[in-house]
């Protein structure tokens, strides 16, 4: 049984780093994934789609300083179609996954490709549809095989190491998972996205517990796609579907719920300015306005500030919590208090 | 016309049915609908279970940009997956008739999750009370921005929205005058959109900047709605736009004219819609029949549906095979022939944009008459790409769809090969209880002599079928549905 408890855990909105760009340049255009460099700077994994241009790595940080793009759209080396995921290596090297593409990428810390691996398949070593990334704390990576329905472990250079998990619905299997986090203790967090779960597992991939079952309340989730977990062991999700992140503590006692409020960032301010029209226009914007509709997506669709398909986490110095959406193009920071 | 299926009328009559008030069925369909009669037939239409598509959560994790742009093949695909993957294909096809007559296209509005919206909305009335859609569609925000309701106020009416209602989705020309449309523009004021302004201006900037589209949002303006005295269709009084469609709907203009469309979408190929004013239906009989049901129902449009597939009319022989699929037919019962999709994938993009070859992509109507249909679906460009695509469909044996086909084949003929005529009656009948003309038969028999013999049981037996197949699907018949 999990109750909210006397000390809860709260997140105050902080700001919000980001700007549609579909056609490239500074900003994101349906973003899948987010990492922090040891340095501070944010990594979004710019999606995109399959016609226009915006697709890419691309690199901010907290003071919405614009730094580069790497990679793009294409099936040659170091670049991708379907891209699901990034993460840094201890050395700072970033890894990304593409589940079009069936590969790990590998780029070195000043960004030029290095290498890839990957085959599809079903079998030791194969993965189809790779869709989360996370280091353990042995420095072997963690690659959620999506359509195999299990976690399957590397090495950096991508040689096999074991394998956790199944298809089903019971305690250490999965339903199509999507990510992967590893606390800083070293269990291993798995959105289990169509169980509409969380589970955890040790360092080892012994299963420890789960959390959430189907629904709108709090505990509750609908298609969680991704976690990240503080050194105090609070545990946050992207609760994908229902578009929302809850927190939890490390008993997974309910703390907070957090639906989004978005306000125009340093870029977006800008871009209004130089706009004379939207400008004039959006000054009698209601961000908030009277729906017809119930369901958390279309309320999204029509309601700027909130979350739209939050899609995946980030800690920055274990104080404020990145979240970032695929469908509004940017991150909202939420701190802790 | 030669029928090469061996199960005879009875059959034959549900697969013109499937075919009409679906796509082209599967052997699958063909028999649980037979075992129903051709009444029961009828009633399971209106009666369905679940639709059980792929699902929309699906959907967006693999195809982020499906729901969210302004990008036409992506928001088309999702409609696409749909009508592949449905259990209920009748709804989709009821989608695409109102698709076609009120015709919204995102190349105007950029963003395609209000057109997906729109179409939801067309599952859900579609088949009720005309008077229900046609408010639904008059606060549709989709509908809205596409005929410039959001420009149409009480000081400075803009007859978009209201002529079109009654030319082009109700009534058509000849049936009202220039005051209607005024007087029914000044109903429609105030009928907008949340945030105005602003959605209106992106729109129009072609913009996805700051934070990429905001889904509209319906929303009466009390103060920019003109109450004052209005004379519409004879009929003086402070109407709004409810009381104008409350006319529009009792007016025995308006089942004439829907009822036509239905018989261009659902029974035979009638004149362009422009020609209407001055030449009469091809079926009168038919058009009454459908318009007594429209007035004895509460202007409901499954009730006209209903009468048309039980007359003796849709059932004749004459109307079999007298139309001319579509590409969202072709398309959509090639890939339900092959299985469908089990899971998102890449291909999807494929279908949609080859839909848009032939000419009709998806949510992206030429113009606000939507498509004519008929011969004009055919041009030696598009029967290019609809012989490609059908047959680059069925040409893969390990596809579901086609290992199912070839594994029943196995089953009637366990003895090892097939004779080349039995072989091409039994594939007829199993890919949907096709026709084809004697000498077009002939010809692909005579293919078929010239494999070596072809074992179902065999991988190399499974090519020749499907390459067989590739044939079937190629031939004139089956552009025809």
Known sequence: MTTKTGTSLELEYRDTNGFGAAQGGRGYYLPVDLAVRSDGRIYVLSRGDAVQGGNGIKITDIEHNWYDVISGRGRSPGEFISATAIVFDANDRIFMADEELNRITIFDADHSYVTHWGTQGSGDGEFDGPSGLAFDRDGNLLVVDDKNHRIQRYTPEGGYISSIGSHGSGDGEFNFPWGVTVAPDGNIYVADWRNDRIQRFTHDGEFIDAHGTTGLGENQFHRPSNTAVDTDGNIFVADWANQRVQVFDKSWNFQTSIRGAGELSVWAAEYIDANADEKEARSSFDPYPELDVEDPHEVSARTEPYFWDPVSLALFDDTRLLVLETGRHRFQVWEKV | ?481
């Not at chain 2, 009335?125 to 606060?139: A, M, N, T, W």
């Not at chain 2, 105030?190 to 129009?204: D, E, Q, V």
């Not at chain 2, 998102?344 to 494929?350: D, S, V």
């Not at chain 2, 005579?446 to 013999?453: F, I, L, N, V, W």
């Open chain 2, 1 to 481: 016309m030669t029928t090469t299926t061996k199960s005879g009328t009875d059959l034959d009559l549900i697969a013109h049915l499937l075919r009409r008030a679906g796509f082209n069925p599967t052997w699958d369909e063909l028999q649980e609908h037979a075992a129903l009669g051709y009444d029961g037939a009828v009633d399971r239409l209106f009666n369905p279970g679940p639709a059980d598509p792929m699902p929309s959560d699906v959907i967006r994790r693999y195809h982020p940009d499906q729901t969210i742009t302004q990008i036409a093949p992506s928001s088309g695909s999702v409609w696409m997956y749909r009508m592949s993957t449905t259990k209920t294909p009748f709804e989709e096809k009821i989608a695409l008739f109102w698709h076609r007559i009120f015709a919204t296209g995102q190349t105007k509005l950029i963003q395609g999750k209000v057109m997906l919206t729109q179409i939801e909305m067309f599952r859900k009335y579609g088949l009720g009370s005309f008077r229900d859609l046609l408010i639904q569609l008059s606060q549709d925000p989709a509908m809205i921005l596409w005929l410039d309701n959001q420009d149409n106020h009480k000081d400075n009416i803009n007859e978009n929205y209201g002529r079109e209602i009654l030319e082009l989705f109700a009534m058509g020309v000849g049936n009202y005058t220039e005051e209607d449309i005024k007087e029914c523009s000044r109903a429609f004021t105030g009928w907008t959109i949340a945030n105005m302004p602003y959605m209106s201006i992106r729109m129009r900037n072609n913009t996805l900047r700051p934070y990429g589209y905001v889904a509209w949002q319906y929303k009466f303006d009390p103060e920019d709605h003109d109450d004052g005295e209005k004379t519409f269709l004879g009929e003086t009084g402070n109407f709004n736009g409810e009381d104008v469609i409350d006319i529009i709907c009792k007016n025995p203009a308006t089942p004439a004219f829907i009822a036509r469309h239905i018989y261009h979408h659902f029974v035979a190929d009638e004149l362009p819609v422009p020609q209407w004013p001055f030449e009469g239906p091809k079926d009168p009989a038919a058009i009454q029949l459908m318009v007594d049901a429209y007035f004895a129902n509460d202007y409901s449009i499954g009730a006209m549906l209903r009468a048309m597939f039980e007359s003796d009319i849709f059932k004749s022989e004459e109307k079999r095979h007298a139309r001319i699929k579509s590409p969202a037919e072709l398309i959509v019962g090639t890939l339900r022939m092959a299985g469908g999709f089990d899971w998102p994938t890449q291909e999807i993009f494929k279908a949609t944009a080859a839909c848009g070859y032939m000419g009709q992509s998806l949510l992206a109507p030429v113009s606000v008459e939507g498509w004519m249909g008929g011969d004009d679906w055919i041009s030696t460009g598009s029967m290019v790409q609809r012989i490609n695509f059908a047959s680059d469909t069925v040409g893969d044996h390990n596809k579901k769809g086609i290992r199912q086909i070839v594994d029943r084949v196995a089953e009637r003929h366990p003895e090892g090969n097939v004779d080349p005529e039995e072989l091409l009656d039994d594939l007829l009948e199993l890919a949907g209880a096709i026709h084809v003309e004697s000498d077009t038969l002939a010809g692909i028999v005579t293919y078929a002599s010239q494999q070596g013999g072809i074992d179902p049981r065999t991988e190399d037996g499974a090519a020749k079928i499907a390459s067989i197949l590739q044939l079937i699907v190629s031939t004139r018949e089956y552009q025809l549905v």
